[in-house]
Each structure stands twice: as C-alpha cells, then as structure tokens.
C-alpha cells in the first residue's frame, strides 16, 4: 500500500517559481512510475509529468516541457515538480501518483495509476 501527500502548493504571480513535493511512505517508489497530474476547473484531470526512477526515465507535456522538472529523491522517497516560468494557465489543482509496474496506458494517463494524493492548490495570478 501507498501513501502519498503533496506540499508546496501556493499563489505566485506569473513568471513566478514552485516546487511541489510528494512523500510517500508504505513503499519504496523508486521502483514505481510516479507522475504528477493537474486538474483546473471546468476541465479534465491532465498528466504533465512522469518519472521511472530507477532508470531516470522522464516524460512531459508539450504544456510545461522545458518549464517543469520532474524528480525523485531516492534517499527520501519524495517526488518533486519544480515548476518555473509559472503562467496563469498553469493554475490548478496538482496531484501525484504512482503504479506498481507499467502504466500500460501511457505514463501521463490517469487511469495507468493505482495511488493519488489529495491535491495541492496552484494559484498563478497575471
């Protein structure tokens, strides 16, 4: 079993800087797909942000690539987004995951994960 809890969430202006974190504990995660979702209102939940840790895999969105970092702290079990160059689209709700295994239906899909956090709320004002 896995549990997962998100932090770091805030408002920020436009241009602004974040970094979310994710701790985990009942399983080590290194060995998991871990991603990190948003949901903004009115609007599906979308995947941004994926990681296979223990080869360094990573994949993203074309809505945050080269603006978000996902990592992995092995030594903590923590998931991090850093998120810089932040824009007012970016607001929205922000989830982690993760999945035992393959995420068969894609690494920024959400019904490839098993455990969800509760959200952090990303507010990004103009």
């Known amino acids: 079993q896995v549990h997962l809890v998100e932090s770091g969430g805030g408002s920020v202006q436009a241009g602004g800087s974040l970094r979310l974190s994710c701790a985990s504990s009942?399983?080590?995660?290194?060995?998991?797909?871990m991603a990190w979702f948003r949901q903004a209102p009115g609007k599906e939940r979308e995947g941004i942000a994926s990681?296979?840790?223990?080869?360094?895999?990573?994949s993203y969105a074309d809505s945050v690539k080269d603006r978000f970092t996902i990592t992995h702290d092995n030594a903590k079990n923590t998931l991090y987004l850093q998120m810089n160059s932040l824009k007012p689209e970016d607001t929205a709700i922000y989830y982690c995951?993760?999945?035992?295994?393959?995420?068969?239906?894609?690494?920024?899909?959400?019904?490839?994960?098993?455990?969800w956090g509760q959200g952090t709320q990303v507010t990004v004002s103009s």
């Open positions: 995951a993760a999945v035992n295994g393959v995420p068969w239906r894609g690494p920024l899909n959400t019904k490839s994960y098993t455990y």
């Open positions: 009942g399983e080590y995660l290194a060995y998991n797909y």
């Open positions: 990681i296979y840790s223990i080869v360094n895999r990573t």
